[in-house]
């Protein structure tokens, strides 16, 4: 899997997990937060999200635009992580309840441009990487471990987000409560006509809480919380100072790759290398690529609603406490040592293992083995988390299912009977219908959030964790399905004088999936649950029609690339 790949993809692979880690960090409470301290609906919060989020993928457009006429990918790369790092501190600078709104919208404005400067191009400069001859047949399986990296980063986002949010409360000797923030922006606002529950949470807080002091213990609990929520916007800043050294200090592996069209063309050494396309041939494969990225879309209207729909169904109708063998799930300090286990077990029996890689398998069998033991030793019977925990699902499924994908697929090209890469992206449609097919069942008898006027289900409507976790799994499968190869086929098939340009394209794809997982929110609290993800599995399912529909155009296109 990793052998042969040019030592570029994996400066790129470091930089690129690093900026993810902080953005996801970020991404796991957004919501949370825009709730919390401003006490938004779900729908505008939802709606803030899923602005933000056309911001980070519009941008790169014109992060494109810029690197193929003007700086360059690594130049461009390289300003992008400063101007994420300004916004990032922007975004980390605590204000008190209810100010401070102008600079979360300055901050995440810049950090929107300095990620279009910094992710497209960074697709670009790996798919460089494998326009030489000798590495071109890896493109795809190098696209599969450079996602890897970004997920790597996002796995675990969520959990820095809790340690750090966890910290903030600790010291204040608060700790969190999903069903105080909504109560206590209502009580603050005048619009709580029962204070009985509010006053029951705050003492089970603090017991010298009374009556009279609630609207003290609200304004507390809400300015410590957005406090928390702050310093783990903080953690972004740290993050992008190791994507920053990795990129810069590595420059020599990647430098040959870094070159656009018009730079080669005015460099007499290098003017052979430029390829000329005619202009049917550029149409031609604009066209394949603007078909794909309508595809996309849905995809991403899909997959995002992990910090936005999902988010509220972990924290309103899911059961916010485990037991023992399910907190591994959740714990990573018991979940990675538990995978690192299985995987020892794997190579000591693999047949194609020699004697070392054997020893290595079983210790690690045993050693992270009992690491598991330890920590699965030390968990309570009843196991608390938040709502932002199961974003590390993704991310954990995709580190873990990589391998397995890359070994089939890897498999069915030796047979000659690998899928193409539309064809993947086909099927990863219909995976992601499947995945919300699974809340369809889940969400069956359950009250809808308009019923529960925004507030968290009581206990008796309260589903299993593991009604999300499937939902995350399949989501993952199809992900791997779609996105990593939809990146190498803009990669292969873009025209050589547009690589940047196109890498923007996909991303602008994105981000106008992304705008659409605002239009999904603004149902939340107008239709019941079930109906909800209908909406998104028809959307998958008609959008994986389209693709087959087009099939034999994109394939014809992307064998001719």
Known sequence: MFKGHPKGLYVAFFANMGERFGFYTMISIFVLFMQAKYGMSAAAAG????????????????????????????????????????????????????????????????????????????????????????????????????YMGINIGAMFAPSASEAVSNWILGKAGLFYDARIPALANDFLKGKLADTA???GLAQAQDPAVTAGTLKAFAETYINTLGKSYHFGFGVACLSLIVSMIVFWAFRKHYQAADLTERQKAKSEALKSQVVE?????????????????FVVIFFWMAFHQSAVTLTYFARDYTVSSVGKLTNLWFDLTGLLPLFLAVLGVVFLFRKSSNGLVKALGGASFIGFGLLAFLRFRGYEDVNAFMPQRFQHF?????????????????HLNRKGKEPS???????????????????????????????LGGLVAPAASQVSVYWLVSTYFLVTIAEL??????????????PPKY????????????????QLV???????????????WTILVAACLLSAGFMFAVMKRLERVSKAA
């Open 47 to 146: 709606f803030m999200y899923s602005t933000f989020m056309v911001g980070v993928y519009i941008f790169p457009l014109l992060g494109g635009f810029f690197a193929d006429r003007y700086w360059g990918y690594g130049r461009t790369i390289g300003l992008g992580l400063v101007v994420m790092f300004l916004g990032y501190i922007m975004l980390a600078i605590p204000t008190m309840i209810g100010t401070g709104f102008p600079l979360i919208i300055a901050a995440l404005a810049v950090i929107s441009l300095g990620t279009g400067l910094f992710k497209g191009n960074l697709q670009a400069l790996v798919g460089n990487l494998y326009d030489d001859p000798k590495y071109a047949p890896m493109r795809d399986r190098a696209f599969n471990i450079f």
């Open 197 to 199: 529950e509010l006053l």
């Open 277 to 293: 396309l005619s202009r049917e041939q550029t149409r031609e494969r604009l066209v394949a690529l603007g078909l794909v990225f």
């Open 394 to 410: 993704n991310p954990f499924f995709i580190v873990a299912l990589t391998p397995i994908v890359i070994g089939i697929f890897t």
């Open 421 to 451: 890469s539309p064809r993947k992206i086909g099927y990863g449609m219909l995976i992601a219908g499947a995945a919300y097919a699974i809340l369809i069942v889940g969400s069956l008898g359950l009250p809808s959030p308009r019923a």
């Open 481 to 494: 399905f779609l996105s990593p190869i939809g990146i190498s086929f803009v990669s292969r098939v873009a």
């Open 499 to 514: 690589k940047g340009l196109m890498q923007g394209g996909w991303f602008a794809a994105t981000a106008i999936g992304n």
């Open 518 to 532: 605002g239009v999904v929110a603004w149902f939340w609290m107008r239709v019941p649950l079930w109906a909800l």
